[in-house]
Each structure stands twice: as structure tokens, then as C-alpha cells.
């Protein structure tokens, strides 16, 4: 019974850090003021939780509970090492004399504290590939090895980027705060990247069993939500329009056992209407609103896709056009693909092979996943099975998800 009694409540601890840990870590580097004195604070918290909550029960808020928790650990672990360091029981002193400022605004805090991080970690003194891979790990709590995977590097050079972006936030004395007036524009762009990166690690993990991750794409479009609240202009509008609408066809994506179900293949009435319903409202918005740029574009193509009732109805004339403007605002051959796909199921699968074999032939997108599969399923439409069936080996090579690499087994051997 005892055993059974702990694995309960183990299980109850893991499940409050993967909704609640990444948030409470936010508040800790708010109140601590240090990355590493937050993580170790974090960690002493969720094991004190371990014990206390086995023998006295789960509190009402286990957030507000972890991060006293966390805050008196760290003051302890301060005072401990303040005699090789004396500013740190100088530090100690003043976290726990804030202690009735902190438990009043507790709730409100640690509301908006993710929000704060993001921006700290989106700071301009920071190169761009830093921004990204500590928010990456810091925000959103993704591994190393998981961030080296979506940026096609190794995970020593990440955890690199990660260790000297914390080291700059700290010698630079870089504010833990919401910039406002003149600098919040070139922070601004950062922190969509960022946010826009989270959601579709959230959305088509980059590797591992699952297709898709909730917990990420979800907390994306939480931040998304606060950013607009922060900043109603067209691009965050439009930024939180296209997640809501890529994430109303989540639940469709992938069948009960996980695999991979393509967008013509899948049941529509599993889409989430009340989404789709929001993310036209902010499309239409967006674009109504001076200065809106790639975001809403990018979300108008996806509210074609959602609006449409079969696939056989969707506008491709439309879409194609929604992609010609996407091109002229960010030139990019991800985006050349994507309108390769459309002109295909507008004008025919060799007018798509057409555009593909172009991009290929410059040397670009040779290593990425999508452009092969897409290449192989419209030779594939065309009957012309070796060219297809060498695209999905290349395809396959070049994949880390396990639903992907059994959908493309699945047509190589449905090619045999």
C-alpha cells in the first residue's frame, strides 16, 4: 500500500511540474535573480514536494506552494555558502525581507513572469541563435539535445549558446522586466520568432515517439495571448491567429495509435471549430490593421486551409496568391515549397516537380525532410515510382519523428 501510496503521489508531482514547472522557474529567476541559483531552487522544491505532499497532502495552489518552497530553499543554500561568500547572505537577507511583498502579489506575479523571462532572454545584447536556444531550454524547459535538433547543430554548441547567454544576462546586468516605449520594437520581432518556434516544436515535434506535443504548442499560444494583451499590433494578431488555427487540426493530425495522417485524408468534424472560429476573427483583423506583415499572411493561408470543407474544395488559386505575397515579405525556399505544393494542386503534379527540382538544383533545402516527401508524392501521383521511391529513402534518411518515418515506410512499401 505504501508503494502504491508513493507512486501517486510521484505521479502527482510530475504531472504539477509539466504544467506548472516551467512556470515556477520563471518566478524563482524573477526573485533570485540568478538562472542557476532558479534551476537548483526549482529542483529543491519539487523534492521537498515529493515528501511533504506524501504526508501532508497537495496543497490548494501547488504553484504558490513550489515557489516559497523554492525561495526558502534558496535562502538556506545561500546562507550555507555566505561564509566563502559574503554577498550572498547580503542577497539572502534581502529575498527574505521582501516576504510581504512577495506573498501579496504572489498570484499576480507569477502570472506574468514567463512573459518577463521571454523578453530577458529575447534581449538584444544577445546573438539571435542564443535568444532562441535559451528560451528554447529556459521558457519552455526543451533538452539540449532536443533544441541541437530543431536547429540542425550539435548539442555541445547549444549548451555553449546557453551558458554565454547566461553569462551576458549576468555581467551585463540585464533587467528582468517588460521593455516598454523604445525598446520594445527590437525586442518585439525576437520574441515572435521565439514564440512562433516554441509553438511548432509544439505542434510537429522534431523528433521522438509523438507527433505532437500539447503542453508546448499550448503554452505558445498562452504566450501569445499575453503578448497581445502587451502589444495589439498586426503582427502579434496575426501571430496568435496562426496558432490557433495550425493547433484547431491537432487533434486530427494523427490517428489512435499515433501515426500520421496527412491534411486530405483527415476528419474534419475532429477540427476545433471554436478555434478556427477565433483565428478568422484575428486574420481578418490583422489584415484590416496598418503594417501588417508576414504573420497574418501566414495566417490567412492557414485559414483557407481551415475554412475549406473538403480538400477538394480548398481555394489553391487563392492560396497560391496568399504565397506569391508571402515571398515578396520573406524570402525563403521553406516558403517556395510550400507554394510549390499549392501551384501542384492547382495546375497538376509536374507543375509542383517543376518548381522543387528548381529549389533542389540551388543546393537549397537538400537536407530537409519535407522537401523530398513532397517531391516523392507527387511523382508518386504521377506513376513515376523510382523517382518516388528514391525521394522517400532520402526523406526517411533525413527524419527523427517515429510517425513520420512509419507513414514513409508505409509508401515505399505501398510503392513495391
Partial sequence: MATAAHADIKSAVDAVYRAEGRRVFATLIRILGDFDLAEDALHDAFAAALEQWARDGIPANPRAWLVSAGRFKAIDAMRRRARFDASLSTLAEKIEDDSEAFNEHLDDAVRDDQLRLIFTCCHPALTPEARVALTLREVCGLTTEEIARAFLATPPTIAQRIVRAKAKIRDAKIPYVVPNGADLPERIEAVHQVVYLVFNEGYSASSGESLTRADLSGEAIRLGRLLLDLIPDPEVTGLL????????????????????????????????????????ALVELALTQPGSGPYPVQAAI?????????SAETDWGELVQLYDILLGQVPSPVVELNRAVAVAMRDGPAAGIAIIDTILARGELADYCL??????????????????????????????????????????????
Fill in 302 to 310: 492557414a485559414a483557407v486551409h481551415a475554412n475549406a470543407p473538403t
Fill in 241 to 280: 491567429a496562426l496558432m490557433l488555427l495550425q493547433e484547431s487540426r491537432r487533434r486530427a493530425r494523427a490517428s489512435a495509435t499515433g501515426d500520421l495522417i496527412l491534411l486530405d485524408d483527415q476528419d474534419r468534424s475532429l477540427w476545433d471549430r471554436a478555434q478556427i472560429a477565433e483565428g478568422t
Fill in 371 to 416: 522537401a523530398h516527401s513532397a517531391r516523392a508524392d507527387l511523382c508518386r501521383r504521377l506513376g513515376r515510382k523510382a523517382e518516388a521511391r528514391e525521394a522517400y529513402e532520402r526523406a526517411l534518411e533525413l527524419t527523427l519523428q517515429e510517425p513520420e518515418r512509419r507513414f514513409l515506410s508505409r509508401r515505399l512499401l505501398e510503392l513495391t
